[in-house]
């Protein structure tokens, strides 16, 4: 079955820095990945997008973030990296990476996976 692991998460001071990771598995020979992206919720928010790219690796950043955040993806691994610098108390939330697979004999057919989330808390 289709896994999604992240990974990175932690407490860091502001100003500090984290790499979050996710690792995409089980999809064999029946889906393929399209976009990859990064969402976050903060305790008594909805969730928001972060960052997402491409699979030509076009990037979109939420504006809270541009200039500090960079999404990046390794195809040969199906892994997608959120580096987060500079970071800021309105940084802490639960990250979720989220990938979109298509199923490969038949493209127009999508689906949408979830990983479980990895904490990250900004504070001095």
């Known amino acids: 079955q289709v896994q999604l692991v992240e990974s990175g998460g932690g407490l860091v001071q502001p100003g500090g820095s984290l790499r979050l990771s996710c690792a995409v598995s089980?999809?064999?020979?029946?889906?393929?990945?399209?976009?990859m992206g990064w969402y976050r919720q903060a305790p008594g928010k909805e969730r928001e997008l972060v960052a997402t790219?491409?699979?030509?690796?076009?990037?979109n950043y939420a504006d809270s973030v541009k200039g500090r955040f960079t999404i990046s993806r390794d195809n040969a691994k199906n892994t997608v990296y959120l580096q987060m610098n500079s970071l800021k108390s309105e940084d802490t939330a639960v990250y979720y990476c989220?990938?979109?697979?298509?199923?490969?004999?038949?493209?127009?057919?999508?689906?949408?996976?979830w990983g479980q989330g990895t904490q990250v808390t900004v504070s001095s």
């Open positions: 989220n990938v979109a697979l298509f199923l490969t004999l038949s493209p127009r057919y999508k689906t949408n996976y």
């Open positions: 089980g999809t064999g020979s029946i889906f393929s990945i399209n976009d």
């Open positions: 790219i491409t699979s030509g690796g076009t990037t």
